[in-house]
């Protein structure tokens, strides 16, 4: 009886921590699986398909984490990031995108290899803003430049993406 109980306790805490996670994450999957869908359609390379997507689900997933009003755990924006990456590739999995034997590069599955190098990309880009407002000796704490939050990622995710494409044009 314990156990039950125990059992139904943490199910319960589990869906009511995690309520807005779930309002979102099966939305912004589909979205982002309609994006893949369309740019497989218009014939773009799954590697940079997957750059872009991996950007995206770092960015979502630390916007998303400034909307839950109440920290539980330090750390807590970071699972939230983990958990929507996941719950994406493994939809990406179940829909068929990731797997396909044909669509490989050095053996690893080109969606999947360009969410990651996506993500760190993103990351990047996210803890060069850090650095950058850091080492800003006129105002410590503020940007060098007008949007530059949003401009650093932005800028990594197109170096990798043109990378990305060096590479696809060597390894078809």
Known sequence: ????????????????????????????????????LLSRYLGVDD????????????SLGLWFSTFIKKTFFK??????????????AIGFKEAGFIGNPFCKLFGYDKLLLGMISGSVAFLLGFESDFLLR????????????????????????????????????IYP
């Open 75 to 88: 750390g807590q924006e970071w699972l939230l990031v983990v958990f929507l990456w996941l719950s994406t």
């Open 47 to 58: 590697l940079i398909i997957g750059i872009w997507v991996g950007g995206l689900l770092i």
């Open 134 to 169: 850091k080492i800003n000796k006129k105002n410590p704490g503020k940007a060098l430049f007008s949007y530059q939050k949003v401009v650093l990622p932005v800028i990594f995710l197109v170096l990798s993406t043109l990378v990305g494409l060096k590479i696809c044009n």
């Open 1 to 36: 009886m314990i156990q039950i109980t125990a059992l139904l306790f943490f199910l319960l805490s589990f869906f009511v921590f995690s309520m807005p996670v779930k309002a979102v994450c099966p939305v912004c999957t589909l979205v982002v699986g309609g994006g893949v």
